[in-house]
């Protein structure tokens, strides 16, 4: 397989992780009338969509990395999780990092 259409097909697999949540993010926010929080999400979903279409994709995904690192700690301290909360918030915690080695593979592929 050619692969340049691999490295397009997984650059447009891991946007999805930014354009998904990033677009509900926007749109719950907006809803919501906080502004921020939708610019936020807004941000997310012109950084996948960066990442997917193959724009700058060495710098978007080491702030995506960077990105998902910080979240991992500061929005999913399982830790310091409830017994019912704490199965996901390992499962959020260890998505994000290795979603941040992911990342930084694609960074370090890009020329």
């Known amino acids: ?16 992780a930014f354009i998904g949540p990033g677009a509900s993010h926007f749109l719950d926010s907006a809803k919501q009338r906080n502004y921020t929080a939708a ?3 807004a ?17 978007f995904a080491l ?8 979240d991992a700690f500061v929005a999913h301290h399982f830790w310091a ?3 019912q909360e704490l199965r996901n918030q390992v499962l959020h915690f260890f998505k ?13 592929g890009t020329r």
């Open 1 to 16: 397989m050619n692969p340049t259409l691999i490295l397009a097909l997984a650059r447009a697999l891991m946007a999805l």
């Open 39 to 41: 610019a936020i999400g």
């Open 43 to 59: 941000v997310e979903v012109l950084a996948g969509l960066a990442l997917a279409f193959g724009w700058q994709v060495r710098w």
């Open 63 to 70: 702030a995506a990395a960077a990105f998902l690192l910080v």
């Open 81 to 83: 999780a409830t017994p």
């Open 96 to 108: 994000n990092l290795a979603l941040a080695g992911g990342f930084v593979l694609l960074a370090a």
